[in-house]
């Protein structure tokens, strides 16, 4: 099974279930001040997204193309969605979600998804940490039409290519399988000129965020892109959601408001007030996404420590006085930009306001 077959049987599974799922009763998202869509949504998206995926890897499992870490992967990938579609149905609340989470890193971590480079008894801490703090980064970063996907989807393929590039770097075949998952779904989250007919729900970005750790840990440094650009090339792939994680904690720490009640202070939301459309909004985001995503590539094809950590401060400096000028744009209550009834987007007042 080729990695050119299993993104084609990703993308059509998921297109073909997201079809589906769109269907089933219950699980809607409701309209409210906190958050930025303003129509009763399904957010059933996440069943099309895992079970694309799993479909997608039964051949290569089959095969015995891949090995069984990427199980306990596909697995760990499982117990995230399951957590994510309970949360979805029930609103278990921020402690109970994050204990959830804390259990599926630590365990996914004790057995075996982690750096196998660092010893145990740092490896297990770290890749949990890494794993529960994406989960929560796609969570939040699932805030406006078509960004976790999208993001998802650059950052999937930029993995794979890193493993193809990079002898015993990690699975190509795991990783387009979940590119093609979200390729599949997001003709339905991401509508030029409607709003999203389907959300992934927290069942999605969980699954989402769980399985993009996971490959960044199983990222060996070893192989001819030498450790400090395969260390630094995973970082730089995921580096939005940990830039939007960062800001909006930032924001809400100083603001004394609890990250988990949510809010319309995103940077995609934060780019609208500065006077994008929603649309441009997104499309700049997933655009710094592909340009971190083409430098990490480039870094493992260099394999040059010091041309990395020169690379690699440019990139962090350029995101930081990026999202320290978002910081400055504020939304003003009871001013509303988006998506209208008709379907084109249109500024009904400005919601911005630089201070």
Request: net charge positive; aromatic share 6%.
């Amino acid at each position: 099974m080729t990695t050119a077959s299993t993104l084609i049987l990703a993308v059509c599974s998921a297109a073909l279930l997201s079809a589906l799922v769109r269907y089933l009763p219950g699980l809607r998202a409701v309209p409210s001040v906190d958050r930025w869509h303003r129509t009763l949504t399904p957010v059933t998206g996440g069943i099309a997204l895992f079970a694309a995926f799993v479909i997608a890897l039964q051949p290569a499992f089959l095969s015995g193309a891949v090995d069984r870490r990427y199980a306990l992967l596909v697995l760990g990938a499982a117990a995230a969605f399951g957590l994510g579609l309970l949360d979805d149905a029930k609103s278990i609340g921020a402690r109970s979600k994050f204990g959830g989470q804390l259990a599926i890193g630590l365990a996914a971590a004790s057995m075996g998804v982690r750096p196998d480079w660092l010893p145990l008894w740092a490896g297990i801490p770290v890749a949990c940490l890494v794993l529960v703090a994406s989960m929560n980064s796609f969570n939040l970063l699932d805030n406006m039409d078509g960004l976790a996907a999208g993001t998802a989807a650059i950052a999937a393929l930029g993995l794979g290519l890193l493993a193809g590039l990079v002898p015993g770097s990690g699975s190509s075949v795991v990783a387009v399988a979940l590119a093609g998952a979200c390729l599949g779904f997001l003709p339905f989250n991401y509508r030029p000129r409607r709003p999203a007919a389907l959300f992934m729900g927290d069942s999605g970005s969980h699954m989402l965020g769980f399985t993009l750790g996971s490959l960044a840990l199983l990222a060996s440094p070893g192989g001819a892109g030498g450790a400090a650009a395969a260390v630094a090339a995973p970082l730089l792939i995921l580096a939005l959601p940990v830039l939007d994680t960062a800001l909006v904690m930032l924001v809400r720490f100083s603001e004394g408001r609890p990250l988990s009640l949510g809010g319309r202070d995103h940077s995609s939301h934060r780019l609208v007030y500065n006077g994008l459309g929603e649309r441009r909004a997104v499309a700049v985001l997933l655009a710094i996404t592909v340009n971190c995503t083409a430098t990490a590539i480039a870094l493992v094809i260099f394999q040059d420590a010091l041309l990395t950590a020169l690379v690699v401060g440019a990139t962090l400096a350029g995101l930081i006085a990026f999202a320290s000028q978002l910081v400055l744009v504020t939304e003003q209550p009871g001013r509303v930009i988006g998506l209208v009834a008709g379907g084109l987007e249109r500024e009904e007042e400005r919601s911005a306001n630089v201070v």
